[in-house]
C-alpha cells in the first residue's frame, strides 16, 4: 500500500527543484494514488519548470499504470482526475500555456508578444489553430536557408519593434480566427505573435532552438495565473469555419477544412496523421460518433455547452458505458485502448479532440 506521506513529501521536493535520475519507487509504484495527489499540487500557482518536473511525475505513472491496458473503471478514473485537474498551467512572460500533459495546449498570449522566432531540433508535428488574434498580430514562418541568409540581430529587433524591413516582410501572414498553420518537419523558423491558439503536437514539452529571443529577461505579468487562464478558456469561442495555410506564405493559399456533418452534428478534421486534430460539434441532446478503442491517447476539451463521455475499455462505448460529465473548460483525458463516445447536454456541445 502506498504511503501517503512519503508520496506527498516527494511531490514538494519536485515542486521545490528536486530531480530525481529515475523515478523513485513510492512514485513509481503509486499508481493511481500518485495521480491523485497530483492534483492537488499541480492547481498551485507554480513557476514553469514546477509544473514540467511535475508534469513528467505524472506521464511517468501514467505510462506504467497503462502497460497492462486500461478496465473500464481505470479508464473513468483517469478521466476524472484530468477533470479535476483540468489544464496545466505553464506561465511565461509573453501568455500562459495551458496544457494536457499529452500535446494538446491553449496559448493566451499578450497583446503584442509571442513565442520566439525559432526551430525544432527534434522531429516534432505541431498544428497551430487560431481562436483570436489581437490588434497587430501575426504569424512568422520561412525556412532556415533564409533566416541564415537575412537575419540581423539589431535590423531584426527594430522590424519587431514596429519598423520597415523588406527583407522580413514576405514572411510575415496576418492571421484570421479558424487558421490552421501545420509544421511537420525540421528547418521552419517560426513564431507566433499577439494571438490565440490551440496547439495540437507530438508532445507538450519545449524542443527548439531559440534563434532570436525577445523574451530573454522578461518578468512574467502578476495577473498571468490559474484564476485567469481558467477564465479566459471560459470565454474562448469556436471558429465556425477552418482553412488550412498553405506553405510559403507569401503564396497566401488557404484551403477550407469541410465539416463532416451526421445526424447527431458535424465534425472537422483539422489534421490528420502521427497526430489527429478534431472538432466536434454535436446537437443538444444527440450522441457523437464512437471512436477510440484503438493505441491512440486522447485529450478531450470543452469549448462550448457540456455533457458527458461515455468510456469502454477495449470496445465501441455506447449509452450503458459508464460516463464521465464534462462542462464548459474542461479537459479529460482517454488512455489508450479505451472506446469513447461523446454526448450533449441541452445546451449541445462543442468539444476539441486531440488524439496522439
Not at 9 to 35: C, H, K, N, S
Not at 40 to 50: I, K, Q, S, T, Y
Not at 106 to 116: R, V, W
Not at 270 to 276: A, W
Request: glycine letters at 12%; hydrophobic letters at 45%.
Amino acid at each position: 500500500m502506498t504511503d501517503r506521506g512519503t508520496v506527498a513529501g516527494l511531490l514538494e521536493e519536485i515542486a521545490a527543484g528536486r530531480r530525481f535520475e529515475t523515478l523513485p519507487e513510492p512514485l513509481a509504484a503509486g499508481g493511481l494514488e500518485v495521480l491523485r495527489a497530483l492534483v492537488p499540487v499541480l492547481r498551485r500557482e507554480l513557476d514553469f519548470d514546477a509544473v514540467e518536473r511535475l508534469e513528467e511525475v505524472f506521464k511517468q505513472v501514467l505510462l506504467g499504470l497503462l502497460a497492462g491496458g486500461a478496465s473500464t473503471a481505470m479508464a473513468c478514473e483517469i478521466a476524472s482526475l484530468q477533470r479535476r485537474l483540468g489544464f496545466l498551467i505553464k506561465k511565461k512572460p509573453y501568455a500562459i500555456k495551458a496544457s494536457s500533459p499529452l500535446g494538446y495546449s491553449i496559448f493566451l498570449q499578450q497583446p503584442g508578444e509571442g513565442f520566439s522566432f525559432q526551430r525544432h531540433l527534434e522531429e516534432k508535428v505541431e498544428v497551430f489553430h487560431i481562436l483570436g488574434v489581437h490588434p497587430g498580430g501575426f504569424v512568422f514562418i520561412c525556412e532556415s536557408e533564409e533566416w541564415e541568409r537575412l537575419y540581423d540581430e539589431a535590423a531584426f529587433g527594430a522590424w519587431l519593434a514596429g519598423g520597415e524591413d523588406p527583407r522580413y516582410e514576405p514572411f510575415r501572414y496576418r492571421p484570421e480566427p479558424g487558421d490552421v498553420l501545420v509544421l511537420d518537419r525540421l528547418g521552419i523558423v517560426h513564431s507566433v505573435i499577439g494571438c490565440v491558439l490551440e496547439e495540437f503536437a507530438t508532445v507538450s514539452l519545449d524542443l527548439v532552438e531559440r534563434l532570436h529571443d525577445q523574451n530573454d529577461r522578461a518578468v512574467i505579468p502578476a495577473h498571468l495565473g490559474r484564476a485567469f487562464a481558467e477564465g479566459r478558456i471560459l470565454g474562448l469561442g469556436a471558429p465556425r469555419e477552418s482553412r488550412v495555410v498553405e506553405l510559403p506564405l507569401a503564396a497566401g493559399r488557404r484551403s477550407s477544412l469541410v465539416p463532416r456533418r451526421a445526424p447527431w452534428g458535424e465534425r472537422t478534421v483539422l489534421f490528420d496523421g502521427f497526430v489527429e486534430a478534431v472538432v466536434s460539434r454535436i446537437e443538444p441532446g444527440a450522441r457523437g460518433a464512437a471512436a477510440g478503442n484503438d493505441d491512440r491517447a486522447t485529450s478531450i476539451a470543452v469549448r462550448q455547452g457540456g455533457g458527458a463521455v461515455h468510456l469502454e475499455a477495449g470496445g465501441a462505448a455506447g449509452a450503458a458505458s459508464p460516463a464521465v460529465e464534462l462542462g464548459p473548460g474542461e479537459l479529460v483525458l482517454v488512455p489508450p485502448g479505451c472506446g469513447y463516445r461523446l454526448t450533449a447536454g441541452p445546451r449541445g456541445l462543442v468539444a476539441v479532440e486531440h488524439r496522439i
